[in-house]
């Protein structure tokens, strides 16, 4: 919590957000989200929304929203089509409800175990994704233009679920909210900012003023290069920043001499190639490399680019992790970081 507040902890803390149930198994065959986190003295636990999925034909599902997804081997599936393509439809549509008893979660169990031990980080969605979703990706971005009334309406009935359920998440224990909408790809935003500022950001920052009011702080996850996001970002009083891809050309460095004065950082450990292939010296030279980028006056936390996905190594990943024990210690051995990388 220090350090997600811009402060020097005694070390660069280590969270994940996404893990898959492949590295979990790899790491502690036959234990769970806890036992991973214990066994590796992660600084956070994570979970997420609950959502129930009714199964289709065709190896597909819909979810609560409605949604229809091509079921999927990794932890989120594919995105079809969703149930509102005009405004007729929209007027009868009826969102799931946020205050549904199994709407947490994880969330009270993770709080009884670890509450004051470890943080307890809630994952849900902001104005964006779950909106898109409703209409389907491509034919809501070309909506942004031809029906922007209908954009609208979408976005407040969609904030409206989200901020009832931040509240509800933080009451019940959640330490940081991350706010997981992807507005980027890795060439950039997928939209221009002029009109993420008219649609979705007034929405962002009712759900982020709406976890803030209630104790949390405000991770905002968002893949892909958003350089042209950042500033609209910290406007809807965010306190945190992630996953900041390097594939993406998110470099580490960068971000901190921009913005590590207004946000926390947290990445960006590469989950491609770095977590999925490299030898483990080059696991622990990016670990490192990480820290002198990121950790020098704190407001760094140490994390994958994205998630940890099913094609990452276990060991791989338990080598990142124990890197960053050994050499994110503060105050920050520059030269023990410095050996060896740029090899």
């Known amino acids: 919590m220090t350090a997600m507040k811009r402060g020097q902890p005694d070390r660069v803390p280590v969270i994940e957000l996404s893990i898959d149930p492949v590295v979990i198994e790899g790491v502690v065959p036959g234990g769970d989200m806890p036992a991973f986190v214990e066994k ?6 994570s979970c997420g929304t609950y959502y129930r999925r009714q199964n289709l034909p065709e190896n597909r599902y819909r979810d609560e929203w409605g949604t229809i997804y091509h079921a999927d081997p990794q932890l989120i599936g594919s ?5 509102i393509h005009s405004m007729a439809d929209f007027r009868r549509y009826t969102p799931p409800d946020p205050l549904d008893p199994e709407r947490l979660g994880s969330l009270p169990a993770y709080v009884e175990k670890f509450k004051g031990q470890r943080a307890i980080v809630w994952h849900q969605r902001e104005a964006f994704m779950t909106t898109a979703l409703l209409s389907g ?4 971005l070309m909506m942004l233009r031809e029906e922007p009334d209908l954009v609208r309406d979408m976005v407040e009935m969609v904030v409206d679920v989200h901020v009832r359920l931040v509240r509800r998440a933080v009451r019940a224990g959640a330490d940081i909210v991350s706010l997981g909408d992807d507005y980027a790809y890795r060439s950039g935003p997928l939209m221009s900012v002029a009109m993420f500022r008219k649609f979705f950001m007034p929405g962002m920052a009712r759900v982020v003023a709406a976890a803030r009011e209630e ?3 405000v991770l905002k996850h968002c893949d892909g290069k958003i350089w042209a996001l950042m500033d609209s970002f910290i406007e809807t009083g965010i306190d945190a920043i ?7 050309d998110m470099d580490l460095a960068v971000a901190k001499r921009r913005y590590g004065d207004r946000l926390c950082l947290v990445g960006n450990v590469d989950c491609g190639y770095i977590l999925s292939e490299a030898p483990i010296a080059e696991v622990v030279d990016t670990v490192k490399q990480c820290i002198l980028d990121g950790g020098p006056g704190g407001g760094y936390i140490i994390c994958s680019s994205n998630s940890l996905h099913s094609s990452v190594l276990p060991p791989n990943y338990v080598a990142m ?6 050499y994110g210690a503060y105050p920050l051995d520059v030269r023990a970081l410095e050996a060896g990388v740029g090899r």
Request: negative net charge; glycine residues 6%.
């Open 321 to 326: 992790v124990e890197a960053a024990h050994r």
């Open 242 to 248: 992630n996953p900041l891809e390097p594939i993406a």
């Open 215 to 217: 104790g949390a702080l």
């Open 137 to 140: 990706l491509e034919r809501f």
């Open 79 to 83: 995105p079809l089509d969703g149930p």
């Open 40 to 45: 590796l003295d992660l600084d956070a636990i």
